[in-house]
């Protein structure tokens, strides 16, 4: 399978930060899935790491008038430099519920969550979706990205986010 730039799309959902400056902000971002089939949504996080839970929001608009949290399928990823396999993904796991959503594992290693997205595993009529990031109550320092792929309009000018 090649894949070329022009076939995905980026999509900034948090620039790196301490997530606990942020005070349980939602993303200012909504993903516009309308013309792609798959947000692979990439969250990373340094050390230290705090426990601020994960939660994906399917939505009616840009607003969004209608954010409902939404369950997901996600892989773990432990980062460390100087461990084998480091780059090599944990098990495939579903979120219990909507609302408990993903909560990160606070150890003293770097981490990567990477969130599996289906067009269709939004609300029917939503356009799209958010991420949201709970106040961990501590430092916290990640950053988010969403890759859309499988496009059924594609245009490289095409954009794919509603800043709110």
């Given at each position: 399978?090649?894949?070329k730039l022009e076939?995905?799309?980026l999509v900034n959902l948090y620039t790196p930060v301490d997530i606990d400056t942020l005070q349980a902000a939602k993303s200012p971002v909504v993903c516009l899935m309308r013309n792609f089939n798959t947000a692979l949504i990439i969250v990373s996080f340094g050390v230290?790491?705090?426990?601020g839970v994960?939660?994906?929001?399917?939505?009616?608009d840009i607003v969004p008038t209608t954010a409902t949290q939404i369950?997901?399928?996600?892989?773990?990823?432990?980062?460390?430099?100087?461990?084998?396999?480091?780059?090599v993904h944990g098990a495939r796991t579903w979120t219990t519920t909507a609302a408990a959503g993903l909560i990160p594992v606070?150890?003293?290693?770097?981490?990567?969550?990477?969130?599996?997205l289906k067009a269709n595993m939004l609300n029917a009529d939503d356009i799209g979706f958010r991420l949201c990031i709970a106040d961990p109550g501590a430092a916290s320092v990640g950053?988010?990205?969403?890759?859309?792929?499988?496009?059924?309009?594609?245009?490289?000018?095409?954009?794919?986010?509603a800043v709110i």
């Open positions: 399978m090649n894949v076939d995905v799309h230290p790491r705090a426990a994960i939660t994906v929001e399917s939505c009616d369950m997901f399928p996600y892989y773990r990823y432990e980062t460390s430099l100087i461990t084998a396999n480091g780059d606070a150890t003293g290693t770097p981490v990567i969550y990477v969130i599996e950053y988010a990205v969403a890759i859309l792929s499988g496009g059924r309009f594609q245009d490289s000018n095409l954009t794919s986010q």
